[in-house]
């Protein structure tokens, strides 16, 4: 059953115009592209709260924040850690203490910014697929269609089995962007949400090690 489907679907590509041949061949690729997005982003997000938690678990072992040995440099929390104590050791004997808070937290601010946007890299290609996909192979259709009946027109007698073809051919168009475009649906709003727990998470250590600097510092 599954070698007849199969064979169904190639015929149907075979049969299908030049146009709908590249679409499906584009389809294939998009395919590839929002699977390896997915996979890898998966794997990045994971990655890095597992590495954040370690910095975290760090954090509240150490009774200073700006005396913390940061072991992480280049994960998400570590990156505002060790932004805080290099803004701190960069300006402590040139500005009053009670004006430290101010540049530590502008430091803050700005790798929070960095991550944030690290955090959602790549998601507006794996939302241009999920929204282009259907468009696109609802394009292939109707371009095949409008190629079956104006074929078709010029023939004195059209019957179920001339025009089939054709139309099968055209149909695997919207068949291929649906394929691509469901799984890609479901794995762009998972990593999303994913991706924005892990921002609210980040702008709230942000916040912690704001607070205990600025209580250290008093």
Same mark, same amino acid.
């Given at each position: 059953?599954?070698?007849?489907?199969?064979?169904?679907?190639?015929?149907?590509? &075979? +049969? #299908?115009?030049?146009?709908?041949?590249?679409?499906? @061949?584009?389809?294939?690729? =998009?395919?590839? %592209?929002?699977?390896? *997005?997915?996979?890898?982003?998966?794997?990045?997000?994971?990655?890095?709260?597992?590495?954040?938690?370690?910095?975290?678990?760090?954090?509240?072992?150490?009774?200073?924040?700006?005396?913390?040995?940061?072991?992480?440099?280049?994960?998400?929390?570590?990156?505002?850690?060790?932004?805080?104590?290099?803004?701190?050791?960069?300006?402590?004997?040139?500005?009053?203490?009670?004006?430290?808070?101010?540049?530590?937290?502008?430091?803050?601010?700005?790798?929070?910014?960095?991550?944030?946007?690290? &955090? +959602? #890299?790549?998601?507006?290609?794996?939302?241009?697929? @999920?929204?282009?996909?259907? =468009?696109?192979? %609802?394009?292939?259709? *109707?371009?095949?269609?409008?190629?079956?009946?104006?074929?078709?027109?010029?023939?004195?007698?059209?019957?179920?089995?001339?025009?089939?073809?054709?139309?099968?051919?055209?149909?695997?168009?919207?068949?291929?962007?649906?394929?691509?475009?469901?799984?890609?649906?479901?794995?762009?709003?998972?990593?999303?949400?994913?991706?924005?727990?892990?921002?609210?998470?980040?702008?709230?250590?942000?916040?912690?090690?704001?607070?205990?600097?600025?209580?250290?510092?008093?």
């Amino acid at each position: 059953m599954i070698i007849a489907s199969e064979w169904g679907l190639l015929q149907s590509f &075979y +049969e #299908s115009n030049a146009a709908g041949q590249a679409i499906v @061949v584009a389809l294939l690729i =998009f395919s590839f %592209l929002a699977w390896s *997005v997915m996979i890898g982003k998966y794997m990045e997000l994971s990655g890095l709260r597992l590495r954040n938690q370690r910095i975290e678990r760090l954090l509240h072992t150490q009774s200073t924040v700006l005396g913390c040995k940061v072991n992480d440099k280049t994960s998400p929390y570590g990156k505002l850690l060790s932004a805080a104590i290099h803004a701190h050791s960069a300006i402590s004997g040139h500005v009053e203490k009670n004006n430290l808070m101010g540049p530590i937290e502008n430091a803050i601010r700005r790798v929070l910014a960095e991550q944030i946007l690290k &955090y +959602e #890299s790549r998601m507006v290609l794996l939302g241009s697929i @999920v929204t282009g996909a259907p =468009f696109l192979g %609802l394009l292939g259709t *109707v371009w095949g269609v409008m190629d079956s009946f104006g074929a078709v027109g010029t023939q004195n007698s059209v019957t179920l089995q001339t025009l089939a073809p054709g139309v099968s051919g055209a149909l695997l168009t919207t068949v291929a962007g649906l394929l691509v475009a469901i799984p890609s649906v479901f794995g762009y709003n998972y990593l999303l949400s994913h991706a924005k727990i892990m921002a609210t998470e980040l702008e709230n250590f942000a916040s912690l090690i704001a607070d205990r600097i600025e209580i250290e510092l008093r």
